[in-house]
């Protein structure tokens, strides 16, 4: 089993950044892991918006691309999600998740509001 621990979440405005960090232990076989960030909003299902290899290769939602970026440390056993250029519907609670392993975090809030 991975213990997932995300951080980084808070309060941003409209066009602000935030980078949410996602913390996978203990598990040697993480740098092969594919690891994904969803999204929960009231009333709306849970969304993948964004996913990483472990090598790297990264894909993206529609709704963040151009916006988002993902990427790891293999070393540190993290991978992070920059968010630039926010906006409302950006708001809900993000969650990591290990496609190997199935594990969740129990996400972090991410309120974007002027």
């Known amino acids: 089993q991975v213990h997932i621990v995300e951080s980084g979440g808070g309060l941003a405005q409209p066009g602000g950044s935030l980078r949410l960090s996602c913390s996978a232990c203990?598990?040697?076989?993480?740098?092969?892991?594919?690891m994904r960030w969803y999204r929960e909003a009231p009333g709306v299902q849970r969304e993948l918006i964004a996913s990483?290899?472990?090598?790297?290769?990264?894909n993206y939602a529609a709704s963040v691309r151009g916006r988002f970026t993902i990427s790891r440390d293999n070393v540190k056993n993290t991978v992070y999600l920059q968010m630039n250029s926010l906006k409302r519907e950006d708001t809900g609670v993000y969650l990591c998740?290990?496609?190997?392993?199935?594990?969740w975090g129990q996400g972090t809030q991410v309120t974007v509001s002027s």
């Open positions: 203990c598990d040697s076989r993480f740098s092969f892991f594919d």
């Open positions: 998740y290990a496609w190997n392993s199935g594990d």
């Open positions: 990483i290899t472990g090598d790297g290769s990264a």
